[in-house]
């Protein structure tokens, strides 16, 4: 099965990934690596940092002449901004010299790690609870995209609500989810629809209202969050099971997506919507389309018991603001025990609509160990082979 590591830190020489499980034969290059990488740079409210960085992948092992060897694949992204850090973030030396950080961010890691590891310096904390490190997790994940791809299941985004900006007539957006999931793309081209948008809003309005917000966040020294929404077409009935708690596709879909940096919430379907209303206005009736069974509604998102059920899954994810403000909120000195303001790093205004991307990417191993559980093989002929049969 497919599985992934990242390592390094938001100001060292680079991130590097491991992704093992990847079957032999899949079709995969740099340059699609990297297309994903510069999405998940993008959108209106990112900070500096970005204007350094111009992301792409080298691969090292696991891939000859554009083909996946069935060996671990290992990926290296520098660091441009490192250059910057040489002294700060040297392997070697004693650190002597360097300003220790003692003041926390509130809403950070920074806190929390630094007491978990007994640290000294909150900056041992800061480095790897950078959102920097998912930079290496999208490059792994697209791997896992890649195959999903391969077998036709696509994954799109879209942003739902950014601050108090929210699409108002969900209807018009769902008309063009539909029109667009039909295409042989399926979910992908509502991702790209939306990367036409700088906060990746399928509503015009909204998309006005929502870059207002962030300037005004911006020049309040304050920061934003909000709700993004992933779709995915192409998944067969019969992914995940029931039958054990850690086999739920729901659970583990919904544990990627809560592993993302100031994500706090998960839904699938309509999860939040459907407490409020009677089981009758809630799940979705059966019916018979031409051949095949389907449903009237996706209430439930595509999943049920932890299964996928043939629709289109649909899951949405909410984004706190970033904790970092350039007008800090009131921290203690660790060293002097006093109250002060907290630090200001680099920051961004408003990161949801790259979240959106690394959403997408996250959920793509889940959805591909799903897939290869039930269909899999070493080789991508042999899955192919197994799946044309089933269907």
């Known amino acids: 099965m497919i599985r992934y590591l990242t390592a ?11 992704i093992e499980g990847i079957p032999a034969g899949l079709s995969i290059s740099s340059e699609y690596i990297d297309h994903q990488l510069r999405r998940r740079q993008q959108g209106y409210g ?16 696991g ?15 520098k660091n441009r901004d490192s250059q910057n850090w040489i002294e700060k973030m040297a392997v070697d030396g004693t650190g002597e010299g360097i300003e220790k950080i003692s003041v926390p961010r509130p809403g950070h890691v920074d806190y929390a790690g630094t007491m ?8 041992n904390t800061i ?5 920097r490190e998912t930079a290496m997790r999208v490059a792994c994940c697209t791997i896992a995209r890649k195959l999903l791809e391969d077998v036709g299941v696509f994954i799109g985004s879209h942003v739902l609500s950014l601050g108090q900006a929210k699409v108002s007539d969900r209807r018009q957006v769902d008309r063009l989810i539909a029109r667009h999931t039909k295409a042989s793309c399926g979910a992908y081209k509502i991702t790209e629809e939306a990367d036409k948008s700088e906060v990746r809003i ?5 998309e006005r209202k929502a870059i207002a917000i962030i300037k005004r966040a911006k020049k309040q020294g304050d920061t934003l969050g909000g709700v993004f929404e992933l779709i995915v077409t192409g998944a067969p009935v019969g992914l995940g099971s029931y039958v054990h708690f850690d086999r739920k596709l729901d659970g583990l879909l919904a544990q990627a997506l809560m592993s993302i940096h100031a994500v706090k919430g998960v839904e699938i379907g309509a999860g939040f919507a459907n ?9 979705d009736a059966f019916q018979i389309r031409g051949d095949k069974i389907r449903r009237v509604t996706n209430r439930a998102g595509g999943i049920e018991g932890g299964v996928t059920n043939g629709e289109m899954l649909v899951l949405r994810a909410a984004m706190k603001p970033i904790a970092t403000l350039a007008h800090p909120l009131k921290s203690v000195d660790l060293k002097s025990s006093k109250i002060v303001d907290a630090r200001y790093e680099r920051s961004d205004v408003c990161a949801l609509p790259a979240c959106s991307v690394i959403g997408e990417a ?5 959805l591909a160990n799903a897939f290869l559980e039930k269909f899999g093989g070493d080789s991508i002929q042999e899955i192919h082979s197994r799946y044309n049969r089933s269907a």
């Open 8 to 18: 390094g830190e938001s100001h060292g020489q680079a991130l590097v990934g491991i």
């Open 46 to 61: 990112r900070g500096g940092r970005m204007k350094i960085e111009s992301d792409t992948v080298t691969i090292l092992s």
């Open 63 to 77: 891939v000859r002449h554009g083909k996946t060897l069935g060996s671990p694949i290992a990926l290296l992204v």
């Open 116 to 123: 978990k590891y007994g640290f000294d310096d909150i900056r």
């Open 127 to 131: 480095e790897r609870g950078s959102a």
């Open 202 to 206: 399928l509503d015009a309005a909204t």
């Open 275 to 283: 407490a409020e209303e009677y089981g009758s206005q809630v799940h």
């Open 362 to 366: 996250v959920i793509a191993p889940v």
